[in-house]
């Protein structure tokens, strides 16, 4: 199984950029997709998720109504759309597929992009 994102760099405060997380060894469309973050010295945090049953959305507060997550299951990817971004949303992003089934989890992550927001 590999999970490969990509898309960060370097933008200024008020500027986007769309993250992509590529999988593949993984039956894409019956997983939980979702990007954490984690900035220097602070544990990961959940950002945001989108289901596999629905396509049912969920946002950490900080990012709602600025980042979006969507999922295209005929590419096995999923996307996070980052607008209006600030210094706090510096820091390294990581994609994670998730599978929770009565008798087994299986729990993905890929290797990470860093995102840096500054002038």
């Known amino acids: 199984v590999q999970l490969v994102e990509s898309g960060g760099g370097l933008v200024q405060p008020g500027g986007s950029l769309r993250l992509s997380c590529a999988t593949s060894?993984?039956?894409?469309?019956?997983?939980?997709m979702s990007w954490s973050r984690q900035a220097p010295g602070k544990e990961r945090e959940l950002v945001a998720r989108?289901?596999?049953?629905?396509?049912?959305?969920m946002y950490t507060d900080s990012v709602k109504g600025r980042f979006t997550i969507s999922r295209d299951d005929a590419k096995d990817t999923v996307y996070l759309q980052m607008n209006s971004l600030k210094p706090e949303d510096t820091a390294v992003y990581y994609c994670?597929?998730?599978?929770?089934?009565?008798?087994?989890?299986?729990?993905?992550w890929g290797q990470g992009t860093q995102v840096t927001v500054s002038s």
């Open positions: 060894g993984l039956t894409f469309s019956t997983y939980d």
């Open positions: 994670n597929a998730l599978r929770r089934r009565t008798y087994y989890t299986r729990d993905y």
């Open positions: 989108i289901t596999s049953v629905d396509g049912s959305t």
